[in-house]
């Protein structure tokens, strides 16, 4: 094990050594950082900011595990367990809520079947409207045709979580999470070592994760447009819940069923978007993915919109707020939220694939999650990426297979 931290140095000094180098203090990187030294490296993640502030902190919180498909669902399932493992380790919220897909309409309770009868018994379960009005806590069903329960999907509160990861970490032997740490350059030849040049130092290892969410561009601006990567802006606000209500699943409605591909890939997704074209095109012209969650203290997270742009404004659109809102008091049947706070997220986005993990060289690998679920795929994808990495790196560590 070697991992040396020293107090800030003169720029060209080695600062550190350790196994494994990550970069970003967000889930992604802090999943990379939790799940190496879990495998018995030595693990130093670096972060520009005092804290980290980016997508990880400004979201729902909800692993949507059930509703992705393919290599996403087997990364999903892959690390729910670990975010229960690292949850009562170093002791954040994380609940094993499930999510509730509020369908309004007997087109999208149909899907909803569709949905339930590819999956297992049990994993996706057709609700009727009063078991629905029952998990919402709602009086009446006016404007509820069913529903369906997806059972797997977690929730965390989104703005502790990578907060609490950290100090965890950086409280373990062999590992340090150093912040106000921007990496600017990364340097690697004859040896296999790598050199992470940063705002403070040096540092050398052995291999390093890059997780700067949407900002691989910045260092990396060929990678950034091979990979067609965008950054997608997302509006989001916060609420007192009406009347104390408690609300454990995540919730999900019609303009969800028109995003994830588990979704999507159903009979009668393709009349449900004709139906909402017509219906509610005001959503599909913001990007809308109608949902909220409850955070731990009571206080709702209400979004979102979705637009794509190299460099995002950050104004935020009163209209689109409205429109949002509007649609999720329809849910919740109230007629209006009292709100606390609203801020505009940024995540990765590329429509060449939903996650970027690129050999920069043999002791370097970006990874940027490009499709808005870092925090659903976070611990599965840092266990595949390690897993990937071990081969190449057998004579650093007798460990065997991650897991
Ligand atoms: C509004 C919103 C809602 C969302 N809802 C969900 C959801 O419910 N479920 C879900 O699965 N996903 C959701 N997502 C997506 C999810 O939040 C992101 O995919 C995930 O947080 C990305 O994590 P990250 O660590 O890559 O990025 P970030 O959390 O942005 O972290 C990247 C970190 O890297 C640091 N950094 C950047 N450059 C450097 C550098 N040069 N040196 C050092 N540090 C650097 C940054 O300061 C930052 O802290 C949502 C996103 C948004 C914005």
Redesign the pocket.
Known sequence: MNNTKIDSKPTEEVLASTDVLV????????AHAAIAHQAGFSVTV????HR?????????????ITAQHGELYDLAQAGRRHWLDFASKAGFWALEAGALVVAATELELQLLREFSASRPVGQVRVLDAEEVRAKLGRENTDGIRGGAFLADDLRVD?RTT?GTLASWLDRQENAEVHFN????DFTFGTTRRARVK?SRGIYETDHVFI?????VD??FPEVALEHKITR?S?Q?AAAAAPESTTIIP?VLTATSMLRYDAFTRMPSAPRLRIHMESQRPDLLDIGANV?F?QRPDGTMLL??SHSYELTQPPFLSESTTDTLLDAAAKVLDVERFTLTERWQ????SSDVAPLLVKEISESVTL???T????????FGLAEANLNAMLPAGASRRSTSQVS
């Open positions: 970069v970003g203090a967000g889930i992604i990187g802090l670096i972060e520009r900011d980290a502030i980016g997508a990880s902190i400004r979201n729902f919180g909800h692993a949507c989104p990578v740490t921007a990496a600017v940063t997780c700067v969410g949407h900002d910045y260092l997608c997302l989001m995540a949902m969650t979004g979102d997220g940024i995540y990765a990874v940027s999650v499709s808005g679920i870092g925090m659903t795929v976070s």
